[in-house]
């Protein structure tokens, strides 16, 4: 399956490796550096929620989780775990999962051209869209793609209230078998974060049945 993987990753013209033991996944990602991170579950030596934990320790690389477990309680504890997106491989569709890498690199590429710079400043909130990059009372976030693109989207509209479904949307621009909890395992994660910069400070607010707003 990664050999067929890797021959329509390379046919679409994007240069892979493949590592087949989850041990060795820090070490590469430290020393190469790579756009994406394709991250199956089951992997020898070191399942792959172990080792996206281990990721997210040092790195906001891009990470798509792949499974055959198809379930909410793991689709829900890839993306808690910093996943930032999930793909259930049974039925394996080689073509899907490259349109998924496609359009995360897109949005990347986007921000890092600057075509969707900005540069926001709300009170103790900084963010760069540019260069991808936030910081909260002057302490840099480590922040995922879909965390960044989420902090943004709320900081947009400050105060505002924005449903589930409208976050969803502006989290992805392709279609995708997502729910709502999927939101709520970002935000989640989302909020950790800024609390950890600011101790005593919750500035996403969720309001009952209708989504989030964020209050600076």
Known sequence: MAALLMDYLHAAGHRADWLADGRGVSAFVQARHPDLVLLDVMLPGRD????CRDLRGFSDVPIIMLTARADEADRLAGLEGGADDYICKTPFSPREIVARVKAILRRS?????????????????HIDAAAYRASF???????????????????????QVLSREVLLNKLHDDRRDVTDRAVDAHIKNLRRKLEQAAPGCEPIRAVYGVGFRLEL
């Open 109 to 125: 590429r986007r921000a890092q051209a600057g075509v969707a710079s900005e540069s926001k400043g709300l009170a103790a909130l």
């Open 137 to 159: 009372h002057g302490v840099a976030l480590e922040l995922t793609p879909v965390e960044f693109r989420l902090l943004r989207s709320l900081a947009a509209v400050p105060g």
């Open 48 to 51: 792959g929620l172990q080792v």
